[in-house]
């Protein structure tokens, strides 16, 4: 039978010890900090929303006064979807309380995942599919959703832009009941009458 080779133990310096706690104790900070470079930041914001960045956007945030332009997907918190839209205008203060200051907190650009405790959302009110009758949102139950903040303006620019495109649309239909008599636009002459 061959004995392995027998290679004895050296005693380890004073002061080594110290040393190796320290690079351990370095490598999990360096691991720590990777992470949170790499994992979307979550802010604590009123009524125990918490609001996660996926994308920075950039600019200044909506206030109540605004109506923001988003993508949205929401969902219950087993990930089941409940509802979602593209370009969806907003009103920030037409919305449930929690989703309101979810936006207040956003900018444009910027993708984020917002979760509201049901207390800030729908609370014990159950919401049922309007055609179907099942039950989409249980009663108290928190809600998540991902958020893409398209653009925001506010609701007299809103109304601005509204009012303009009423103005064109009527520009448009008095142009064409203008262009209505003859084809090609040109009025057409009176039919002569029998004995004329």
Known sequence: MVEPTRVPLQ???KGSVAKIWFGVIVVILVAAAVAWLNVPHAKKLAGGVTL???????GPKPTTSDIALVNYKGMLTNGKVF???QGV???VTGVVPGFSTGLQAMQAGGKYRLRIPAEQAY????????????VVIPANSDLVFDV???EFKSQQEVLQMMQQQQMMQQMQQQQQKQ???APGGAEAAP???PGQ
């Open 11 to 13: 005693p380890i310096k």
């Open 52 to 58: 996660e960045t996926l994308q920075e956007g950039k």
């Open 83 to 85: 509802d979602q839209g």
């Open 89 to 91: 205008p907003m009103p």
């Open 123 to 134: 609370g014990a009110e159950e919401k049922r599919n309007q055609q179907t009758g099942e």
């Open 148 to 150: 893409d903040m398209l």
């Open 179 to 181: 262009q209505g008599g």
């Open 191 to 193: 039919a002569p009458q």
